[in-house]
């Protein structure tokens, strides 16, 4: 019986994460967001602070955002930019609500010494955008559809100096790109088809045709808002038939409890920025 060895080989990570202190559930811009479903606070950051301590010990750095009154959604920080070779695009949200979290992420990075560029699309900064270093030189995957605007796929190619796809979600459940879709390790993504219009799918298959393929029940339990070091990639415990598959390729999961999370729409990846130099 011969048996397929896959070496899969993590590489330290540096993310930046906000403390869910103001996490409220107090509008509703996407499908998950119920405005009348009680939040559990204190347990919403025990279980983000699981998910801090869990990148920790996986050996990566977490620089932290200080979370703002009145910005209930600053949890989700992998909202604020698009980081790739050391240079910044910021965002500039969809939706009034969460407008002024751009400018404590801008204020972050500069403060920080990173090369900053200020955007005049509407973005929602890595929510929309996935950056693959191995594949096809350095790829950019981005979503547009229900947030970040097409012109800004152009704006961040030209910001960012890398190949920009983009990509039409056309399911409202699946709002961002990282709901849908996320680089499993330098190389390689994993997505759910169904969320894409038929030419984006398309795309995808002719890009990556060894992609690892999410279903429904994936999808739904949040499993593609995934964070991945190459070999570690931690999401959401209900997703355990996608662990099951990753698994399956020589991948390590590590699930994640974060129910209070989900009520906001989003998971593991929601709250991770990767910082990328
Ligand atoms: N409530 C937030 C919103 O609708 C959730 C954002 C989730 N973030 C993500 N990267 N998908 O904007």
């Not at 100096?161 to 979600?169: A, D, E, N, T, Y």
Request: aromatic share 8%.
């Amino acid at each position: 019986m011969v048996t397929v060895n896959h070496q899969r080989v993590p590489r330290k990570r540096t993310y930046l994460m906000c403390s869910p202190e103001h996490f409220a559930v107090e509008y509703a811009i996407n499908p998950w967001m119920d405005v009348t479903a009680p939040v559990d606070t204190e347990l919403t950051v025990k279980q983000w602070d699981r998910l801090r301590e869990t990148l920790v010990q996986l050996g990566h750095e977490v620089h932290l955002l200080t979370p703002e009154r009145g910005l209930p959604d600053m949890v989700y920080a992998a909202n604020g930019a698009f980081v790739v070779d050391g240079a910044v695009y910021g965002a500039q949200f969809k939706h009034e609500q969460r407008a002024a979290e751009a400018a404590a992420h801008r204020a972050f990075y500069e403060s920080q010494g990173w090369r900053f560029i200020a955007p005049s699309e509407t973005n929602e900064g890595e929510g929309d955008f996935a950056y693959v270093p191995e594949a096809h030189g350095g790829l950019i995957l981005a979503g547009h559809g229900f947030r970040t605007e097409l012109p800004a796929h152009a704006e961040a190619q030209e910001a960012l100096g890398r190949p920009v796809v983009s990509l039409r979600l056309v399911d409202p459940r699946f709002y961002h790109l990282d709901v849908a879709l996320a680089a499993i390790d330098d190389a390689n993504i994993v997505y759910f088809p169904g969320a894409f219009s038929a030419a984006s799918q398309k795309v995808l298959a002719q890009l990556f045709p060894d992609a690892v393929i999410a279903d429904d029940a994936d999808v739904m339990a949040f499993g593609l808002n995934l964070v991945s070091d190459g070999l570690n990639v931690v999401l959401n415990r209900e997703a355990a038939g996608l662990a099951e598959k990753l698994e399956a390729v020589g991948y390590h999961p590590v699930p994640v409890e974060l129910s209070e999370l989900k009520k906001g729409g989003g998971s593991v990846k929601c709250c991770i920025a990767e910082l990328r130099h």
